[in-house]
């Protein structure tokens, strides 16, 4: 069962990101206070909730929710600074629009670069802790989810509407066939010529 909140005292925000794994597309993240009283039978880690239900409770999170963010790092921020790094860029970025400021971050995993000013901390599969976390990991899978279904629209050989740029055997066998386009993290050094091997440099 969900913890309402890390502490009493101070106003918490959870942060958590979508895409950290993918072949393809950006890393999104979220940043999300929710009132004390917060509850929703359906809230839990996004990979336990089913896609129609992470539907539902994005809306409920945003239309409760005392304040959200969601934001993004590019492939190519994701190449030049390494995926980690574009994580936590994602979650700033995420943290910056946030309409009420937070006093302490609630982070999902086991590191973070610290936000100015704002004190964090990270709790290791937070998202299937603190509701903060949960719906801030609801609201970015379901924003990157959405985006990959656009990008599925340039490129549908990669069936990115159904794996989301994650390492599929569709998306591997498509990568052999067509190669990469400028879409997949070129930091990932995705070598087509050794999928049959099952090799995937990372």
């Given at each position: 069962?969900?913890?309402?909140?890390?502490q009493?005292?101070?106003?918490?925000?959870g942060?958590?990101?979508?895409?950290?794994?993918?072949?393809?597309?950006?890393?999104?993240?979220?940043?999300?206070?929710?009132?004390?009283?917060?509850?929703?039978?359906?809230?839990?880690?996004?990979?336990?909730?089913?896609?129609?239900?992470?539907?539902?409770?994005?809306?409920?999170?945003e239309?409760?929710?005392i304040?959200?963010?969601?934001?993004?790092?590019s492939?190519?921020?994701?190449?030049r600074?390494?995926?980690?790094?574009?994580?936590?860029?994602?979650?700033?970025?995420?943290?910056?629009?946030?309409?009420?400021?937070?006093?302490?971050?609630?982070?999902?995993?086991?590191?973070?670069?610290?936000?100015?000013?704002?004190?964090?901390?990270?709790?290791?599969?937070?998202?299937?802790?603190?509701?903060?976390?949960?719906?801030?990991?609801?609201?970015?899978?379901?924003?990157?989810?959405d985006?990959?279904?656009?990008?599925?629209?340039?490129?549908?050989?990669?069936?990115?509407?159904?794996?989301?740029?994650y390492?599929?055997?569709t998306?591997?066998?498509?990568?052999?066939?067509?190669?990469?386009c400028?879409?997949?993290?070129?930091?990932?050094?995705i070598?087509?010529?050794?999928?049959?091997?099952?090799?995937?440099i990372?």
């Amino acid at each position: 069962m969900l913890r309402a909140y890390y502490q009493e005292e101070l106003l918490e925000a959870g942060c958590d990101e979508a895409g950290r794994g993918c072949y393809a597309g950006p890393v999104f993240a979220a940043a999300v206070i929710l009132p004390r009283a917060f509850n929703h039978p359906l809230l839990n880690d996004s990979k336990q909730v089913k896609e129609k239900q992470r539907y539902e409770l994005r809306s409920v999170i945003e239309e409760h929710a005392i304040a959200w963010g969601v934001a993004a790092s590019s492939e190519e921020e994701i190449d030049r600074i390494n995926i980690l790094q574009a994580s936590w860029l994602a979650m700033h970025r995420a943290i910056e629009q946030l309409a009420t400021r937070p006093e302490l971050l609630l982070i999902d995993g086991n590191r973070f670069r610290a936000y100015p000013h704002i004190p964090h901390r990270c709790i290791v599969k937070g998202d299937a802790l603190f509701t903060a976390i949960a719906a801030a990991s609801i609201l970015a899978k379901t924003y990157r989810d959405d985006h990959m279904r656009q990008l599925h629209q340039q490129y549908p050989q990669y069936d990115w509407k159904q794996n989301k740029g994650y390492g599929t055997k569709t998306h591997r066998d498509a990568i052999e066939q067509f190669g990469l386009c400028e879409y997949h993290r070129k930091s990932f050094q995705i070598d087509p010529s050794k999928f049959g091997g099952n090799t995937l440099i990372l």
